[in-house]
């Protein structure tokens, strides 16, 4: 994959990681402080975390292609980076109320459902992708067969 088509997969996870981290805060937030009341600068929150957490999946860039173990290394530091960003971003913040455990559990889960979330998204489009180029190929094989 060259810079170009990288970036653009990232672009791709902004957003995917925005909608997400969106739907995620409302139902942490319902759960957990149902009561509270925010300002429109708020709105801009998922923004931020979404665009915090897509550095760290920077480290899966490499020129070459990874093999399969090399891959699963980048991938477990990849979350380990993410957790620890999110989790960063929670226990700075006044807002949330990281002395409770079950909130700063729920945040780590949310953040690894949010990781799977993405994956199975990003594997479900490849495969796609995959299925309709292995069709064209298919048919221009049998046009020139004929």
Known sequence: MDLKQFLAQ????????TTLITIVICVLGLCFD???RFGYSELLTPVCIAAL????????????ELSPREMKARMALELVLI???????AFASPVIDTSRASVTLAIAGSVLAIYILVRLFSWLYD????????????????????
């Open 83 to 89: 957790e620890a960003v999110v989790l960063g971003i």
């Open 34 to 36: 149902g009561d509270a």
């Open 10 to 17: 990232k672009l791709s996870l902004f957003f995917m990681l």
């Open 127 to 146: 495969s796609a992708q995959a299925r309709e180029l292995n069709d064209e190929l298919a048919r221009l094989q049998q046009l020139h067969e004929d």
């Open 53 to 64: 957490c897509v550095i760290p999946t920077l480290v899966t860039w490499s020129r070459r």
